[in-house]
């Protein structure tokens, strides 16, 4: 374990189990379509790889880049888009996919924004969820863990960029950022 993790959440197994059975579900609900699934980055891009190999799905890939959390904990309320899709949505399928829900300002904005361009479809999934923390009223159609209000790192999810690539869901020491 990285000695600025306190504990460990989720473990990596815990998330692959959980990542096949999503994918499942996601099959289903996309049978006979081809949704084009977007990846917000960067926090969701191992949950986006992974859950995407363990579908069977025929999908298109898309990328964006949003920023409302500057480089700490604290949330702030403007949401800037720094890349935007490469693909037009119109009358597509789509498939948000985001590393965390916390107060839900990112996705509530994003959500508006991206059905202003009139896709058939538009549906969120969420590798965690902090409802306790919930300012907007946002719901994923898709949760992997639902998690206490508690700062996590690990597997995509950073603290001043980084802890990334740790392969699982810790939650950080406290000392890591209040000093
Ligand atoms: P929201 O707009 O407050 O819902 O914030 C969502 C974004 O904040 C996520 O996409 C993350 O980038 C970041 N975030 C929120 N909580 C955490 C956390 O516990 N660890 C790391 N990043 C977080
Ligand atoms: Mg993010």
């Known amino acids: 374990m990285h000695e600025n993790v306190e504990k460990i959440m989720i473990t990596e197994a815990q998330i692959a189990k959980r990542i096949e059975e999503l994918a499942a579900q996601l099959d289903r609900l996309y049978e006979g379509r081809k949704p084009l699934v977007v990846c917000i980055l960067k926090g969701s891009v191992m ?3 992974d859950l995407l190999r363990q579908m069977k799905t025929s999908v298109e890939m898309d990328f964006m880049v949003v920023s409302s959390y500057g480089n700490g904990t604290v949330s702030s309320r403007e949401l800037t888009i720094k890349k935007d899709l490469t693909m037009d949505i119109f009358d597509r399928d789509v498939l948000l996919v985001e590393d965390i829900i916390d107060s839900g ?6 959500k ?23 300012e907007v009223p946002i719901e994923p159609e898709y949760t992997g863990f639902v998690i206490e209000d508690e700062f996590v790192v690990g597997y995509g999810l950073d603290y001043a960029e980084e802890y990334r690539n740790l392969p699982y869901v810790g939650v950080l020491k406290r000392s890591v950022y209040e000093k």
């Open 47 to 49: 949950f986006f790889a």
């Open 105 to 110: 300002n990112t996705l509530y904005q994003l």
């Open 112 to 134: 508006k924004l991206l059905n202003a361009r009139r896709p058939a479809s538009l549906n969120i999934i969420t590798l965690l969820d902090k409802p306790q923390r919930r």
